[in-house]
């Protein structure tokens, strides 16, 4: 008698149906489609996670390798309906683009642990009271081989139950290297921390139980309630330190650092911003609104200038608040003490900037509170007028100077007026609005450069024109120690010694202080600069080379040829 093709309402499906137990890694064991299939797909690996945290929600992520490309590709995520236990609805095979379909979707055995079989149906508007012409069935193995003691029962029951022979069951092909399952990715979305997934696929792998039993020890001493006390005393507050807080609760600093990670509080550095009064928040939308919608359109170009004061001494940069020193009281004046003038000599740097360009830069020296009217006409503006000459000549602009009363005297827009040069007014101005305008972080970066190149050398001459002057002595093991290098990176360039044998030599040879000697960098310090200053210099070496080798020497003592 031939087997009879079952309905899905009379097949059974697994008793007590455990979702937690069945859920995670699946591989493609055996498959049966009734259609052709012209690309087999090998390396077939499936994982089944709660989708959004629902229990009555599947969704299968999928991952499987082509005949025709080598790399791995994802499919899916196909989503389940399993409000009924076993007995679940394939409601989409793709849960981004593809369709309704609502297929049946039953895992007929399962042990949990190595074996499972899947028997669905893919026909349009089935009904489980008859039986199906498009099907699909699966085995499914926890991993990419499944023994025959499980094997051989599962092919007999498909065989005698559903109707498929032993020679309808198509293998998958499962290669070493297996197609890597994105599971990771879903459960971080979902709000898990990569470390606790990590431990849970280990603890899987090594055979242990998944769930997480209550521990022996101490309790810890910053429970909920504690961290919440941290949360409210640390966050969003100033003046707190992870000192003062370990003092408050009677903890290690250490202990305060690790619970602020752990609820997820983190160190920022406040910004510098101007500081508004309220009439200015009140000015500053209406002022700009109606800078851009009565003064500017999209095709104008906004010309902004400033200026910014150095001053030489730099006391205080970061870098220069400090010294090193083996006794506090034996140290010279100016490195000991940071002086402070009222009005201090200083160099005035004035330009201006638009979307095309940089102006001409004015420099100059002074001294007092700032620029005046007299300098600001007879040396700014008029590198801003050969500006706009230069670069905007035929374009609609608008010159948007800040409010520093130099800029807006009587004898300045009279200039502007005079030489037609469109500026913004005085009412209309915004005040404070340093993010509308570039020129104050081409400022910062400006101020950097030169604190970096001028620490403590006052020599405000050559900056505007004039000859060197310096108000200390030269110091000779500088000079030594320079003179030193410079001989060593001249040898390391023309010579093929080892960088640490010029190294030795040049120290023996050079008779430096015992200071010079102990601030000069070491063998080592120097090792890697000079190891790329003579790979820049060496010519590099052929990879390869064709030559002929004369016949006289292609033959042995005896005549015999052993060259080909």
Same mark, same amino acid.
């Given at each position: 008698?031939?087997?009879?093709?079952?309905? +899905?309402?009379?097949?059974?499906?697994?008793?007590?149906?455990?979702?937690?137990?069945?859920?995670?890694?699946?591989?493609?064991?055996?498959? +049966?489609?009734?259609?052709?299939? $012209?690309?087999?797909?090998?390396?077939?690996?499936?994982?089944?996670?709660?989708?959004?945290?629902?229990?009555?929600?599947?969704?299968?992520?999928?991952?499987?390798?082509?005949?025709?490309?080598?790399?791995?590709?994802?499919?899916?995520?196909?989503?389940?309906?399993?409000?009924?236990?076993?007995?679940?609805?394939?409601?989409?095979?793709?849960?981004?683009?593809?369709?309704?379909?609502?297929?049946?979707?039953?895992?007929?055995?399962?042990?949990?642990?190595?074996?499972?079989?899947?028997?669905?149906?893919? =026909?349009?508007?089935?009904?489980?009271?008859?039986?199906?012409?498009?099907?699909?069935?699966?085995?499914?193995?926890?991993?990419?081989?499944?023994?025959?003691?499980?094997?051989?029962?599962?092919?007999? #029951?498909?065989?005698?139950?559903?109707?498929? =022979?032993?020679?309808?069951?198509?293998?998958?092909?499962?290669?070493?290297?297996?197609?890597?399952?994105?599971?990771?990715?879903?459960?971080?979305?979902?709000?898990?921390?990569?470390?606790?997934? #990590?431990?849970?696929?280990?603890?899987?792998?090594?055979?242990?139980?998944?769930?997480?039993?209550?521990? =022996?020890?101490?309790?810890? #001493?910053?429970?909920?309630?504690?961290?919440?006390?941290?949360?409210?005393?640390?966050?969003?507050?100033?003046?707190?330190?992870?000192?003062?807080?370990?003092?408050?609760?009677?903890?290690?600093?250490?202990?305060?650092?690790?619970?602020?990670?752990?609820?997820?509080?983190?160190?920022?550095?406040?910004?510098?911003?101007?500081?508004?009064?309220?009439?200015?928040?009140?000015?500053?939308?209406?002022?700009?609104?109606?800078?851009?919608?009565?003064?500017?359109?999209?095709?104008?170009?906004?010309?902004?200038?400033?200026?910014?004061?150095?001053? +030489?001494?730099?006391?205080?940069?970061?870098?220069?608040?400090?010294?090193?020193?083996?006794?506090?009281?034996?140290?010279?004046?100016?490195?000991?003490?940071?002086?402070?003038?009222?009005?201090?000599?200083?160099?005035?740097?004035?330009?201006?900037?638009?979307?095309?360009?940089?102006?001409?830069?004015?420099?100059?020296?002074?001294?007092?509170?700032?620029?005046?009217?007299?300098?600001?006409?007879?040396?700014?503006?008029?590198?801003?007028?050969?500006?706009?000459?230069?670069?905007? +000549?035929?374009?609609?602009?608008?010159?948007?100077?800040?409010?520093?009363?130099?800029?807006?005297?009587?004898?300045?827009?009279?200039?502007?007026?005079?030489?037609?040069?469109?500026?913004?007014?005085?009412?209309?101005?915004?005040?404070?609005?340093?993010?509308?305008?570039?020129?104050?972080?081409?400022?910062?970066?400006?101020?950097?450069?030169?604190?970096?190149?001028?620490?403590?050398?006052?020599? #405000?001459?050559?900056?505007?024109?004039?000859?060197?002057?310096?108000?200390?002595?030269?110091?000779?093991?500088?000079?030594?120690?320079?003179?030193?290098?410079?001989?060593?990176?001249?040898?390391?360039?023309?010579?093929?010694?080892?960088?640490?044998?010029?190294?030795?030599?040049?120290?023996?040879?050079? $008779?430096?202080?015992?200071?010079?000697?102990?601030?000069?960098?070491?063998?080592?310090?120097?090792?890697?600069?000079?190891?790329?200053?003579?790979?820049?210099?060496?010519?590099?070496?052929?990879?390869?080379?064709?030559?002929?080798?004369?016949?006289?020497?292609?033959?042995?003592?005896?005549?015999?040829?052993?060259?080909?």
């Amino acid at each position: 008698m031939g087997c009879r093709l079952p309905t +899905f309402s009379s097949l059974p499906a697994q008793k007590n149906f455990d979702l937690c137990r069945f859920l995670g890694i699946w591989y493609e064991i055996k498959f +049966f489609k009734t259609e052709d299939v $012209p690309d087999v797909w090998s390396d077939f690996v499936q994982s089944f996670d709660l989708q959004d945290h629902n229990k009555r929600r599947l969704i299968a992520y999928g991952q499987a390798r082509s005949t025709t490309v080598k790399n791995c590709f994802p499919f899916g995520p196909m989503s389940l309906d399993a409000s009924n236990g076993a007995r679940m609805i394939l409601i989409t095979e793709d849960l981004k683009n593809g369709p309704i379909v609502d297929w049946p979707f039953l895992i007929i055995q399962t042990d949990y642990d190595n074996y499972a079989l899947a028997y669905f149906c893919t =026909s349009k508007n089935y009904k489980q009271n008859k039986p199906c012409e498009e099907r699909q069935l699966k085995i499914y193995g926890r991993k990419t081989t499944l023994a025959d003691k499980y094997l051989k029962p599962l092919i007999k #029951y498909v065989n005698d139950h559903l109707c498929v =022979s032993p020679g309808q069951l198509r293998t998958t092909v499962h290669s070493e290297k297996s197609c890597p399952i994105q599971r990771l990715k879903h459960f971080v979305q979902e709000g898990f921390k990569r470390s606790t997934i #990590y431990n849970i696929i280990k603890r899987y792998e090594n055979g242990l139980p998944i769930e997480d039993h209550p521990r =022996s020890g101490r309790p810890p #001493y910053f429970d909920r309630k504690n961290l919440k006390r941290l949360q409210h005393t640390a966050a969003n507050r100033i003046g707190v330190t992870q000192r003062k807080l370990a003092r408050k609760f009677g903890v290690t600093q250490p202990t305060i650092y690790y619970n602020l990670k752990k609820i997820g509080l983190k160190y920022y550095k406040r910004q510098k911003a101007p500081k508004y009064t309220k009439k200015q928040l009140q000015q500053i939308p209406k002022k700009c609104g109606n800078i851009r919608r009565r003064l500017t359109t999209k095709h104008t170009f906004i010309i902004v200038d400033d200026e910014k004061y150095f001053t +030489f001494s730099n006391d205080d940069m970061p870098q220069n608040t400090g010294f090193y020193s083996f006794d506090k009281e034996h140290v010279p004046d100016n490195v000991k003490y940071k002086t402070k003038e009222k009005y201090p000599k200083k160099v005035l740097v004035w330009l201006s900037l638009s979307a095309k360009g940089i102006s001409a830069p004015f420099i100059g020296t002074t001294k007092g509170p700032a620029i005046n009217a007299n300098i600001y006409i007879k040396e700014c503006l008029s590198k801003l007028l050969a500006f706009i000459e230069t670069y905007h +000549f035929h374009d609609d602009y608008v010159f948007w100077p800040d409010l520093a009363t130099s800029h807006y005297a009587n004898e300045i827009t009279q200039w502007l007026l005079q030489h037609q040069i469109k500026f913004i007014p005085k009412q209309v101005n915004p005040p404070k609005v340093s993010k509308a305008r570039p020129i104050e972080d081409f400022w910062s970066i400006l101020a950097n450069k030169v604190s970096r190149h001028f620490v403590q050398t006052l020599f #405000y001459h050559p900056l505007s024109g004039g000859k060197s002057i310096h108000d200390h002595e030269t110091n000779p093991d500088l000079i030594d120690a320079k003179c030193l290098r410079q001989q060593m990176k001249e040898r390391v360039i023309n010579e093929l010694t080892p960088i640490s044998v010029i190294y030795e030599e040049e120290m023996a040879k050079t $008779p430096l202080s015992d200071s010079a000697t102990g601030t000069f960098p070491t063998n080592q310090e120097l090792y890697q600069t000079f190891a790329k200053l003579r790979q820049k210099h060496l010519l590099a070496l052929p990879q390869s080379s064709l030559f002929t080798i004369p016949d006289p020497f292609k033959l042995t003592a005896d005549g015999k040829r052993f060259l080909l």
